[in-house]
């Protein structure tokens, strides 16, 4: 028989930015596996036609989310229900969206998320792993792009990270440069703190007509200016909501320091 729980902290989740592939969730590395004890991150880079997507994923590790569940279950029914897994989900998008800061063609972009899908696999308290994925776009315009991307978010225990760079027909792929460095394949992995996306990754590519260019309304010349606007007027309400969740709900202790960036924490 069904409940109703008690409700989760107030948050506001709405559209905006980047992505994995269209319509699919899922850790950036469909191959990853959790760690035991670590807090693991992978980012994905998709440009497009008319965008450029990019995919976020925390997997946290098998000891950290089932420390953490009992946390997620709010109303202490031994299951974390949809509502209490969309508010863990709405707080950690509000967390990484400030850390996550991206310049392109010359001008910020501003961040939101348009998909933000908690995978606990099982709904159980008693369980371990799970991921939180954040997918969202950037529109483009034009046949030539630089993009540049510093991810400042501190994780609590942290594992491995793993940046990867998606080409495709269309796509012509050029100067790129990881922590100053440059970067000869597509991806590159590292473990710990402080990896080479807190200097900054650097992205040149052009398009031609064969790339793809989603019919889905997302980066049409009227609602490029119409959700630039918006994007940041939701981000700023979503950050609203989730500080009001935090003081009701206790928060998710995603704190690793008082003037540290916000992240996940397993303790």
Known sequence: MSRTPRAAPAVLMT???????????????AHAQPAMDENNRYLKLTPMGDRVRLAYTIFLGERPGAALRGHLDRD?????????????????????????TVTLDGRPAAIAWTTIDVGLGTPSVTAGAFSVD??????????????????????DRPGESELRLEDGP????????????????????W?????????????AWTVDQSAARPADGRCSAG???????????????????????????GGARLFRGPRRQRGVSGT
């Open 170 to 189: 269309g796509i012509h792929l050029g100067r790129r440069t990881l922590g100053g460095r440059a970067l000869d394949g597509l991806d590159q992995t």
């Open 15 to 29: 559209a905006a930015i980047g992505a994995v592939v269209v319509a699919e969730v899922g850790p950036v590395g």
């Open 134 to 155: 954040l997918v969202g776009w950037l529109c483009t315009r034009g046949s030539a792009h630089q993009l540049t991307l510093h991810d400042t978010v501190r994780l």
């Open 223 to 249: 609602a490029s200016v119409a959700r630039g606007w918006w994007s940041w007027s939701v981000g700023i309400g979503l950050l609203i909501a989730v500080a009001i969740g935090l003081v009701i709900g």
């Open 191 to 203: 473990t710990g703190a402080d990896g080479p996306l807190t200097l900054g990754l650097e992205l």
């Open 76 to 100: 202490r029914d031994g299951q974390i229900d949809d509502r209490e897994a969309a508010a863990y989900g709405a707080e950690i998008a509000a967390l990484v969206r400030p850390a996550v």
